[in-house]
């Protein structure tokens, strides 16, 4: 017993070894593999949510996209929709935006680029306030905060 | 002589040494070169250069004075230093600020860093994400090849990448040793545990709130990485705190006890990485037969990982972060690397040298990109 | 909800290194019957229930009388979670923490069926800073209904750390888990101390 404890103990260090003498230059293969599995995406708290719509205006674009409520266990009452601003920005911007889909505008968004001010006109009791308006490596974007009930 | 012998149990010749040195000499060549060294640059051929003697160098010294921690802790702030100069740097260079913006976490660009990883599991399980903005593969300090390096180490190594892999542990290792005596020689037992207590903590929060608590608001290496704009009271206080707690844990109060104290009383991945110490093949045993129980091993320690009780019962705790410095310390080379497995006292020698190979080589790889691009830096700035 | 779960959690396991201990011999007095434990469990667990019920409505209502204006409603709690955070991180850091509890009396109650239901009352009424920050949580939340969930909140919190009490006798290191507990408690009481402190800047700047 005590001699396989022995025998044991030295393989899984010699195992030990091995893999710390493959990790390095197996390290792209690795972390390839381990960006596969299934829990490996970022939560939709930081990227933002996926796009449900793209509107193509002259010189901009605007994506909106789908609310995002998530929670740990089941979806919070509280979340944001986040809308993003691309191309050739005027300096004063002004939205209308349906971020449901259902066909009546929800909020109204100005931004004013110079000195960063963003007014919000809700005409959505579900639209609660600004929460993030930020100048990004593409443009603009802006997350409004919103309530599910 | 007899006690001569004992304390100078690990040392090897010089030919012995370099024999040693050879294996790691290669590998790092190959790691750290590709097999292909560019000189091209001059600067970044000395700096490449430099890096690679000095890795070797440290190593050549371990065997051939049989001391470990001295020349680990070496390596190891540098590691820390530099580490935090890349990060700086790379912050500067792209977004000429220490902080990063609400853009950054929006379009998921800030860098990932370990401690990270006990918040991210509970999310990962229930809501099949990663709640960090960072990005999941390639760019600067990626999700994935992060998790790989840590799990593989934390493996491997146990809690002993606390003092061989991670990249903040360097801080309060160096300021722990300024002094020659400690100011305050005694605190209480019951704080050992809390980085436990602040894993429980922030592991329920971050599940809870899909944040990563722990670094919005409590890690103390913010205030030498990177952090968030302050723009309101919320992210001044947490200013405040990341401040106060590199100033308390890792300054002054390290300074003051000659120990490693955000790493013994706050950092929660090293609760973690203490936990994996129970499946790893490396461990430090005690040979009772040698031991003579003079406990000089018990106030070095660094991490409060041994009690005179651990030495009497000849066990040493969850705590123990393989640094060696007990080692360094212990005139009868009673304390001393092992194997699972193989009684204490028994192989010394073979199971310091796998391990010391083992966990340098992980050092020397992690560690050689930044302290290679910070010494690149120094020499820019110099010439 | 999600603080006073996380308070909750963190205070459960110091109240249970208290309580717990003597509590276990009298909800496991005589049988290792499963089905009893179960039912005395669950009659404990139901008493603390409709105690914290009780407690966060008279809470509120308290709340809704005295918490009138709104630097009121922002200062006077943010000062009483101070105090109390304090008593919290206190009792963690304390060496004289007394580890006495009002469950005691139930050594004078001579019907056994009452037993657990007289461990919940004295449980749940034994305040203890953690429930005072809930009393402030439960008077301060906008609706009755939040001021349930914080209750509930905690309720859950704290009751976790009961469900494995059947097993107490077989953990080997309650020594251990103790002191986490303990420490975990001091942190919660952290937690809520910078939340006091934002409610009196919050309640000074919108004042
Ligand atoms: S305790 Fe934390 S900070 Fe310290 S070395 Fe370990 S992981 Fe790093
Ligand atoms: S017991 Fe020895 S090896 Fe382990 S942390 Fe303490 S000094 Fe380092």
Redesign the interface.
Known sequence: M?KT??????F??????I???I???G??N???S??KL???????????GEKAYHLVAEKCTLDIRRPVF????KESNSGFV?IDWRGDLPALINDSIDYNGDGEKDFFIQINRKNLKTDLKSFNPKVKDVV?S????YGW?V?VGLLKE | MDNILKTTGMKKSLGKSLLYTLPMFLITFMFLTGGKPNFSDTASGIALLTVFILVNVLFFFMHFTGKTDKYRAVLFIVFALSLSYTLINNMLEVRKAMYFSQADILECKIPFCHLVIPMMILPAAFTKSIIFPGSIIGGFANISSMVVLWLVATLVLGRGFCSWGCFYGGWDDGFSRIRKRPVIKKINELWKWMPYAVLIMVILSAALTLMPTYCSWICPFKAVTEFEQVTSVESATKAGIFLSLFGGLVIVLPVMTKKRTQCSFLCPLGAINSLSNKITPFTVKIDKSACNECFKCVGVCPLYALSKEDIRSGKVSIFCSKCGKCMDACPQNAIHYGIKGVPSGTLKNFSRNLFLFVSYLFMAVFSAGSIINTFHGLLKFIF | MTDSLILGLSSGSACLATCGMVMFPYLMADSANVKRIAVDLSLFLITRLIIYAIMATLAWHFGQAVFKSPVVRNIVPGLLYIIFAVMLVWYSISKSRNPSCPAKMVKTVSNKRLVPIVLGLTNSLGFCPALFIILTKGSTERTLVQSYLAFLGFFVGSSLWFLPLPLAGRIRKKEVIKNIGILATGLAGVIFLIKGLTNIIGGIING
């Open positions: 005590k404890k022995i025998i044991a103990g030295i899984w260090a010699f195992l030990g070894l893999v710390f003498i990790l390095f230059p390290l792209n690795f972390s390839v381990v960006s299934p829990f490996m995406k970022i939560n939709p708290r930081y990227t933002g998530n929670g740990f266990l986040q993030i930020t100048p990004t490596s974007a997350r």
